[in-house]
């Protein structure tokens, strides 16, 4: 019988940014807090060779770098990694315009040209997904979709709204 979400090791069971993130307008704030939410309720995430789990993730920006701070459950320390967010600005870059398109889209076009753009921003965070899976790989283990989920809320981190 398989263990239950809440009962399994390989998860995040907490989330949380820390004050070099700096806080956002009431946009913003929503768009994080839903990011966390998505990310805890469904996501396997463990670290390599360990036992451990299940784990908290604090999150911090520091120089232009994030940095994933893994605790224990019960908030110690285990690892910190940080990666360059340099290979990130194009595709953030881009992310940021086809939203942007896509927003102002949804007052105006057609719902096929809607359609499209929303395909078109898909694949962007696909791809930012794909990246971070890369860069964290052999660092932490984690699905697509908890890549996809954790690089949805580096895009939570940077927009502008």
Same mark, same amino acid.
């Given at each position: 019988?398989?263990? =239950?979400?809440?009962?399994? =090791?390989?998860?995040?069971?907490?989330?949380?940014? %820390? #004050?070099?993130?700096?806080?956002?307008?009431?946009?913003?704030?929503?768009?994080?807090?839903?990011?966390?939410? %998505?990310?805890? #309720?469904?996501? =396997? @995430? +463990?670290?390599?060779?360990?036992?451990?789990?299940? *784990?908290?993730?604090?999150?911090?920006?520091?120089?232009? /770098?994030? +940095?994933?701070?893994?605790? %224990?459950?019960?908030?110690?320390?285990?690892?910190?990694?940080?990666? =360059?967010?340099?290979? @990130?600005?194009?595709?953030? /870059?881009? *992310?940021?315009?086809?939203?942007?398109?896509? *927003?102002?889209?949804?007052?105006?076009?057609?719902?096929?040209?809607?359609?499209?753009?929303?395909? &078109?921003?898909? &694949?962007?965070?696909? #791809?930012?997904?794909?990246?971070?899976?890369?860069?964290?790989?052999? /660092?932490?283990?984690?699905? @697509? %979709?908890? +890549?996809?989920?954790? @690089?949805?809320?580096?895009?939570?981190?940077?927009? /502008?709204?």
């Amino acid at each position: 019988m398989e263990p =239950s979400d809440s009962q399994r =090791s390989d998860r995040l069971t907490n989330v949380t940014l %820390d #004050e070099s993130i700096g806080r956002g307008n009431a946009d913003q704030e929503h768009e994080r807090a839903i990011a966390i939410y %998505d990310l805890i #309720e469904e996501n =396997s @995430f +463990a670290l390599p060779g360990q036992f451990g789990g299940p *784990y908290q993730l604090h999150i911090a920006l520091h120089e232009s /770098k994030l +940095a994933l701070n893994v605790r %224990d459950e019960a908030g110690a320390p285990i690892v910190v990694h940080i990666l =360059s967010l340099t290979p @990130f600005r194009r595709i953030l /870059k881009d *992310y940021f315009m086809i939203c942007e398109s896509y *927003y102002a889209a949804i007052r105006t076009a057609s719902p096929a040209q809607i359609e499209a753009i929303d395909m &078109g921003r898909r &694949g962007l965070h696909n #791809e930012g997904a794909q990246l971070l899976a890369e860069r964290l790989r052999g /660092k932490i283990d984690c699905d @697509f %979709d908890t +890549a996809r989920r954790i @690089f949805t809320l580096v895009t939570a981190l940077h927009w /502008k709204g």
